[in-house]
């Protein structure tokens, strides 16, 4: 992306307007934008559609496509529209925290360091589903509040020098290295959780989106919806009703529908 256009096409589907400048409180409110309108989905590893981490391919299915994806793909958009518009943005590798405190593979996940024209850094992570719904302050060790929790990104003292966790509700939910990357770093990453049945990727079907009220989740034909807390599921009856589902809760619209593989004996 490196004409104004292109910038602009990104910004109409996020509804969000150019700023002025490349500040903290611009980020904010595009960081909250995109949550509300590109998806946290895996549905083309169900569709047989090729995942490739090339910035063009994956801003092509973003804006003109209206699709989303997973870590990979919309942090790395996100990073080339932040870049156009003025910020230095850095791709950062971590590895997931499961609730049994064991870490995942390298390059698990994707994550941004946003450098502002003030030169304050933000953490921005537009791709781990369910987190803040605003970048947190990269060098602040204390308590962040935001609506998504309560965050905090703390130095590990049994790791590797400089590596952070980032805590949600004091859960650690992934670990960072904080030496900048390059997108086909994270090749490895993102073909192990297209391929491999020790992801939950390939296992399941996932279609999240942030919400003014809270959240809705489609996997497969069960739809769920949190509303300022209260969760309702709804099971939808057929075909159409799942693909009206995708289309007009996700503005995604599928000719055929994902289908989750069965594994292999």
């Not at 080339?80 to 405190?101: F, N, T």
């Not at 099971?235 to 994902?258: K, S």
Request: charged share 30%.
């Amino acid at each position: 992306m490196s004409t104004e256009p292109d910038a602009g096409a990104y910004l109409a589907r996020i509804g969000a307007q150019r700023p002025a400048r490349a500040d903290a409180a611009a980020l904010r409110e595009l960081h909250l934008r995109h949550l509300l309108s590109v998806p946290f989905e895996n549905l083309s590893i169900h569709l047989g559609e090729d995942i490739v981490l090339d910035e063009k391919a994956l801003v092509d299915k973003v804006v003109a496509d209206h699709r989303g994806g997973f870590c990979y793909e919309i942090n790395t958009t996100f990073a080339v529209l932040l870049r156009e518009l003025g910020y230095r943005v850095s791709l950062l590798q971590a590895r997931v925290i499961d609730p049994e405190g064991k870490l995942g593979i390298p390059y698990d996940h994707m994550a941004l360091l946003v450098e502002t024209a003030d030169g304050e850094r933000l953490l921005a992570d537009v791709g781990f589903g369910d987190h803040s719904h605003y970048p947190l302050a990269f060098d602040e060790r204390g308590d962040q509040e935001d609506p998504g929790g309560v965050f905090r990104i703390q130095e590990v003292a049994d790791g590797e020098p400089g590596d952070l966790d980032v805590l949600r509700d004091g859960k650690p939910k992934y670990r960072l290295e904080v030496r900048p990357r390059e997108l086909a770093d994270f090749t490895a990453g993102a073909w192990y959780h297209r391929t491999s049945p020790d992801s939950h990727f390939p296992r399941s079907l996932i279609c999240s989106l942030l919400t003014e009220e809270g959240r809705i989740t489609l996997s497969g034909s069960k739809l769920i919806t949190r509303t300022h807390g209260e969760r309702v599921d709804r099971v939808f009856d057929g075909d159409e009703e799942v693909r009206g589902a995708y289309r007009d809760l996700f503005g995604i619209v599928l000719d055929e529908l994902p289908v989750v593989a069965k594994p292999n004996p």
